[in-house]
C-alpha cells in the first residue's frame, strides 16, 4: 500500500468494484479497501445469486465494468444466464482488479476519516496487526452500510421514514441433489401454493425461480417445527445441474448495524437454514436426495443507512419511470421492499419496456467536497433505495463515480466542477 492514492475506496462490493475497475481503466492510482479476504460484499459474503433485471427489449442496461464481471465469470463456467457461483465473482472481481493497476487491501478496516472542514483528507484504516494512515485526493463510500459517510460526520438516514425500520435479513444457502425438472412439475401442477409472479415455461438451459410452497410452510408453522417468520420458500438454480441458491430465510426484527442484533441475526438464520432443509429432504418433491451444500459467509443486509446526497432518488421516480439531464445509470428494476414485522413486503415491476435513470446528484455526499456514495449507500428514500439497489445498478453507479473521481484528478477539478459532458462520454455505455 502506498501513502497516497487520487482515489480510495471504501467496500469491495459490486459498487466499490465496479468504481476501482473503472477509475483504474482511466489511469488514476486507485485504493480499494475491504474487510474480507476476498472482493464481492453481498454478491459472494451474502452469496447473492441471481443479477436482477437489468435489460430493456434485450439491450442491457449496464455494461462497462459489470459486462467484464459478466465475461470473466463465464469464462470460468461460473455464470449461466444471469445465476453465479460466489468463487467466481471472487475470482472474476480479483483478475480484474489486478489487470486495471487497482491496489486491494483485504483483511482492513476503515475505522476513521480525517477531515479539513469539508475536505477529507486521510482515512485511517486497521488491521488485526497494524494501524495505517492513508491520504487521498477523492473517496467513494462502497461500504454497503454508509460507515465512511457515518465516520466523516455527513449527514445519513437509515430505513423507513416514520419507524426507521429496515428491510428483513436473509442468510442465503446453496443446496445440491436437488431434481429441478420434478420440483418445476409439482409447482406446475399446485400453482395457488406458488407466488403469483412464478412463469412455468420452464427452459432448463436457464437459470430458473422457484416460489412458493406456501402449503409446507403454513403445515410445518403449525406443527411449530419452523420459524413463524417464514413466508414461501424461493430458489434460483445455479449453473450446475441440480443445485440451487435460497433466498428463503426471514429474520426481523433485528437492526443490523446493531452489534448485538446483528449476533442475533446470524444465530436465527443458521437456525433457520437448517428447519428449512430439513423440511425440504423430508416433504418436497424433487428434495428426496436434496444436501445442503453451504451457508453465506454472513446474512444478507439489504438496507441500512443511506447518505444525504444533493439529490435523493424517490419510489415516485422509480414508479414513474423519471429521466433526468445529468443520468449516470439506468435500472428497470422496481420497488422492492422485504417488509420487518408489522409491515407488508412491496414488489412492483417497472413497465415492460421502461426504465429509470439514476442522476448524478445522487452520489454527490452532502458536508463533503471530495466524497461520494455508491451502491446500497447512495441518496434516496427508502422505496427508491429498495429498487435501486441491485447489483447492477450498484455497480453501474460505482462506475460512474470511477468516471468522475478520475475525471476530478485528470482535470484538477472538484468533483462537482467536472462538467457533466465528459462524464457522460467517459460512461457513454450506460446512459446512451
Ligand atoms: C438477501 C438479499 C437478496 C438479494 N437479492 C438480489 C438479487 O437477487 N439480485 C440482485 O441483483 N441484487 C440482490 N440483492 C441486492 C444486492 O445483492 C446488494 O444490494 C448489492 O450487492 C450491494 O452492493 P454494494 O457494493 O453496494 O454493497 P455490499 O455488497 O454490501 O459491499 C460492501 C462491502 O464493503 C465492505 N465494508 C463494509 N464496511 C467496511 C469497512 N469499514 N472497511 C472496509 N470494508 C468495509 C464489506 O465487507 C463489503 O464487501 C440482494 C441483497 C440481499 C441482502
Not at 416433504?283 to 436426495?289: A, S, V, Y
Request: glycine share 10%; net charge negative; charged share 25%.
Amino acid at each position: 500500500m502506498k501513502a497516497s492514492y487520487d482515489i480510495i475506496i471504501i467496500g469491495g462490493g459490486i459498487a466499490g468494484i465496479g468504481a476501482a475497475i473503472k477509475a483504474g481503466k482511466e489511469g488514476a492510482s486507485v485504493l480499494l479497501v475491504e474487510h474480507y479476504g476476498f472482493l464481492g460484499g453481498m454478491s459472494t459474503a451474502g452469496m447473492v445469486s441471481p443479477f436482477m433485471k437489468y435489460a430493456v427489449n434485450g439491450t442491457p442496461l449496464v455494461r462497462g465494468s459489470f459486462e467484464d464481471i459478466e465475461k470473466a465469470m463465464r469464462a470460468q463456467n461460473g455464470m449461466i444466464d444471469t445465476g453465479f457461483y460466489a468463487w467466481a465473482f471472487r475470482n472474476a472481481a480479483a483478475s480484474l482488479t489486478a489487470k486495471y493497476g487497482v491496489d486491494v487491501s483485504y483483511d482492513t478496516d476503515l475505522i476513521e476519516v480525517k477531515k479539513d472542514g469539508e475536505h477529507i483528507t486521510y482515512v485511517v484504516l486497521a488491521t488485526a496487526h497494524q494501524v495505517v494512515e492513508v491520504q487521498g485526493k477523492i473517496f467513494i463510500d462502497a461500504s454497503g452500510d454508509a460507515q465512511m459517510i457515518d465516520l466523516a460526520h455527513c449527514p445519513w438516514l437509515k430505513g423507513d421514514e416514520k419507524t426507521g425500520k429496515t428491510q428483513a435479513l436473509t442468510l442465503f444457502f446453496r443446496m445440491g441433489g436437488i431434481d429441478v425438472r420434478k420440483t418445476c412439475q409439482y409447482a406446475s401442477e399446485h400453482r395457488k401454493h406458488f407466488l403469483d409472479w412464478m412463469e412455468y415455461d420452464f427452459d432448463y438451459s436457464k437459470i430458473l425461480s422457484i416460489a412458493g410452497y406456501k402449503n409446507f410452510i403454513k403445515d410445518a408453522q403449525a406443527r411449530g417445527e419452523i420459524s413463524k417468520d417464514f413466508e414461501y420458500i424461493f430458489f434460483t438454480t445455479l449453473p450446475k445441474d441440480g443445485e440451487g441458491a435460497f433466498n428463503t430465510t426471514n429474520i426481523r426484527g433485528l437492526d443490523p448495524t446493531n452489534t448485538a442484533e446483528i449476533t442475533e441475526a446470524e444465530k436465527e438464520g443458521h437456525q433457520q437454514v437448517h428447519q428449512i432443509v430439513a423440511l425440504a429432504q423430508k416433504e418436497i418433491p424433487g428434495f428426496e436426495n436434496a444436501y445442503l451444500i453451504d451457508t453465506a459467509v454472513q446474512v444478507g443486509v439489504r438496507e441500512t443507512r443511506r447518505a444525504v446526497c444533493e439529490y435523493m432518488i424517490t419510489g415516485s421516480d422509480i414508479r414513474k419511470g423519471r429521466k433526468f439531464p445529468d443520468v449516470i445509470a439506468r435500472s428497470c428494476y422496481g420497488v422492492d421492499i422485504h417488509g420487518q414485522h408489522g409491515e407488508d413486503s412491496v414488489l412492483e415491476d417497472v413497465p415492460e419496456g421502461d426504465w429509470y435513470d439514476v442522476p448524478l446528484g445522487s452520489i454527490l455526499v452532502q458536508k463533503a467536497d471530495n466524497l461520494m456514495a455508491i451502491g446500497r449507500c447512495m441518496g434516496s428514500d427508502r422505496a427508491g433505495h429498495s429498487a435501486i439497489r441491485v447489483m447492477p445498478t450498484a455497480c453501474a453507479t460505482g462506475e460512474a463515480a470511477g468516471a468522475l473521481g478520475a475525471l476530478a484528478v485528470k482535470q484538477g477539478k472538484t468533483i462537482r466542477e467536472v462538467q457533466y459532458k465528459d462524464l457522460a462520454q467517459a460512461i457513454s455505455y450506460n446512459v446512451k
